[in-house]
């Protein structure tokens, strides 16, 4: 739990810096062709972190509680493909408020942190279940939360030096 609980801190730490690393008045700027700018980035981020699943309905979890672990790893931090984000967590076009954007994911990833530390992560979440892979256990939940924060991370360091 102690690895969990230092890659959801260094998760935090790297987005927020990638996002400071950013001016503010490039921040809702498109950086490429077929890109979002670094407002929607954070806007998607922010929305995908269902910090209340964790705290919704749960059940005894008749597996290995990690079996996820491991696929999501594979599919979110493998930077060569890129992937469609679901229409749920589609961003607004913005503008997007910088300043804001660091509170909220701050407060956000705090709560995330805390719940790894006072949860029991073998629990299977029923509130929400993930495309593809179905519902996960508060563990699986907490690891995506580390890996797709990453790849958004790598996402924004490439926005930046477009933008620069």
């Known amino acids: ?38 407002g929607q980035v954070s806007d998607h981020l922010l929305q995908s972190l269902g910090v209340d699943v964790l705290y919704g309905t749960t059940e ?25 984000s679901p229409d749920f967590i589609l961003p607004g076009d913005g503008p997007h408020d910088q300043q804001a954007f660091l509170t909220d994911f701050d407060n956000t990833f705090n709560k995330l942190i805390t719940a790894a530390k006072t949860l029991d992560l073998s629990q299977t979440c029923l509130d929400f279940k993930m495309p593809v892979m179905g519902a996960l256990t508060r563990l699986e939940f907490l690891w995506f939360y580390v890996f797709h924060t990453k790849r958004h991370t790598n996402q924004l360091q490439n926005i930046a030096k477009a933008l620069a």
Do not use: C
């Not at 790297?14 to 400071?20: F, H, R, T």
């Not at 001016?23 to 077929?34: A, Q």
């Not at 005894?60 to 469609?84: C, E, G, H, W, Y």
């Open 1 to 38: 739990m102690n690895n969990l609980v230092a890659e959801l801190e260094e998760a935090k730490s790297g987005i927020l810096k990638a996002v400071a690393a950013i001016s503010r008045d490039k921040f809702n700027t498109v950086p490429f062709k077929d890109s979002w700018t670094a």
């Open 60 to 84: 005894t979890t008749d597996r290995a509680p990690d079996q996820n672990v491991a696929p999501l790893a594979s599919a979110f931090l493998d930077f060569t493909i890129k992937m469609k």
